[in-house]
């Protein structure tokens, strides 16, 4: 379950790379926007869902204890800092790439 719950985690964040990446570039006709919102949206999902299961597990398994569903809110919220930041990072990069193709075109102009 573990497992699961760390694929499900980063999940999100290689999608936000990958089609991010392309939608940059222009080779995905999908908003930005719609695209960052749809993943940190499904990580909320995940974050807020994921520890109920992992609760199921361990209370089969093991005695009682809250420790798994911490872990798993704590991987949850560090993934969201992290798509955030790679969001972030991705929005930077477009700032960048506009003025500069902007310079060059009032260059050439």
């Keep these: 379950m573990f497992l699961y719950a760390r694929i499900l985690f980063l999940l999100p964040i290689l999608i936000q790379l990958l089609v991010g990446g392309l939608t940059m570039a222009k080779k995905v006709e999908i908003p930005f926007g719609?695209?960052?919102?749809?993943?940190?949206?499904f990580l909320?999902?995940?974050?807020?869902?994921?520890?109920?299961?992992?609760?199921?597990?361990v209370t089969e398994v093991d005695p009682k204890c809250g420790m798994p569903q911490i872990a798993a809110i704590f991987f949850g919220v560090l993934s969201i800092g992290f798509l955030l930041f790679v969001v972030t990072l991705q929005l930077i990069w477009m700032k960048i790439m506009k003025t500069?193709?902007?310079n060059?075109?009032?260059g050439s102009a």
């Design 34 to 41: 719609w695209l960052a919102l749809a993943n940190f949206i």
């Design 44 to 57: 909320f999902f995940v974050v807020f869902i994921l520890p109920q299961f992992v609760k199921y597990e």
């Design 100 to 102: 500069k193709i902007s």
């Design 104 to 106: 060059l075109k009032a």
